[in-house]
Nanobody, 126 residues
Framework: QLQLVESGGGLVQPGGSLRLSCAAS????????IGWFRQAPGKEREGVSC???????NYGDSVKGRFTISRDNAKNTMYLQMNSLKPEDTAVYYC????????????????????WGQGTQVTVSS
């Protein structure tokens, strides 16, 4: 069965760092675009970052320069390194499988991602 399992969330102080993991099973992660999305209470789910099957990446404006997406093909796992965290980064973070057709770049259009993990909570607070 296809599964995506996020981990690595927690409580961190402003300015701190966290690394989220998304472990995939039932499919080869590198064959698809994979994205990170987040949802804060009372807000719409928004795109954070994505990586396509050839390794091209895209980032939401609010996280550019602070977050880095990567994957380890041997482990079939995707990561999101989050640095310089701000209170407004507080949200549930989800990874999701996107289209194979994102051949040159991936898009952060949540409607085009068809499988989602359960989410991991990130709280940035002093």
């Amino acid at each position: 069965q296809l599964q995506l399992v996020e981990s690595g969330g927690g409580l961190v102080q402003p300015g701190g760092s966290l690394r989220l993991s998304c472990a995939a099973s039932g499919f080869t992660l590198s064959n698809y675009a994979i994205g990170w999305f987040r949802q804060a209470p009372g807000k719409e789910r928004e795109g954070v970052s994505c990586i396509n099957r050839i390794g091209s990446t895209n980032y939401g404006d609010s996280v550019k320069g602070r977050f880095t997406i990567s994957r380890d093909n041997a482990k079939n796992t995707m990561y999101l390194q989050m640095n310089s965290l701000k209170p407004e980064d507080t949200a549930v973070y989800y990874c999701a499988k996107g289209p194979i057709e994102y051949l040159r770049s991936c898009k952060l259009w949540k409607g085009e991602y068809d499988y989602w993990g359960q989410g991991t909570q990130v709280t940035v607070s002093s």
